[in-house]
């Protein structure tokens, strides 16, 4: 949800063009209190609003996301108000995406998937854009959900197939704190965390209750001694 608040302009970067649409896209610096932070807008008829110097009545939504085990924080601003009022004739509860920045989010996440199963190398290079406009696909709804490339990867056989494999149990003194040691461990193994929530069937890593129960089962489905 976007919260209303002054923002005092710094810095205006030049307009860039993004995703496959080339869709406009204005970032800025200004400052919010004391505290100078990265800010963006999709949203064209908020432009001219944005000048360096400027103090803005913005409406900001915070979002976090996540990129190779770190997670980065995104302030975009929907709607500039001008004496009240918001600029391009949008009523003041407005809170919606455009068209145009569903279609920016979906392709943006399916190509962050496919990255990520490359860095895991369960595909290959070549093969990060084909997969990523096959999950583009079915994010618009387009087609059934593709099968996971990371359920297709075959195993090495253990020395003996008679004996059931266990996972080695984590030593006392070395059991995983924190959310984030978990995440150092998948960069360690180059487990992207997308494999990892559909080995744990979970959405965020936040639906953990042991951690050291779910990377023994990491360990289990990724052969890790």
Known sequence: MAERKNLIV????????????????????AKDGDK????????????????????INADVEVSTREWEGQEYIDRRVVQIYVDGQPIGGQKQGYRG????????SARAYALSYAKDLCVG?????????PVADSY???????????????????????????????????????????????KKLLMKHKI???EAYEIL??????????????????????RIE
């Open 97 to 104: 995406k455009s068209p145009e920045e569903l279609e920016l």
């Open 10 to 29: 710094t810095e205006v970067k030049p307009i860039q063009r993004v995703g496959d649409k080339q869709i406009p896209k204005l970032s800025f610096k």
């Open 192 to 194: 992207p965390t997308t």
């Open 136 to 182: 583009y696909s079915w994010l618009k709804g387009n087609k059934d959900k593709p099968a996971s490339p990371a359920k297709a990867v075959e195993f090495p056989k253990l020395p003996d197939e008679g004996v059931e494999f266990k996972p080695s149990p984590i030593p006392a003194g070395m059991r995983i704190q924190n959310i984030a040691e978990l």
């Open 36 to 55: 100078e932070f990265q800010y963006f807008t999709f949203r064209t008829s908020l432009f001219e609003a944005i000048k360096k110097g400027q103090t």
């Open 201 to 222: 069937s979970i959405q965020s890593f936040q639906d953990l209750v042991d951690l050291d129960e779910a990377w023994a089962k990491i360990k289990e489905a990724k």
């Open 121 to 129: 190398k369960i595909i290959q290079l070549v093969e990060i854009i």
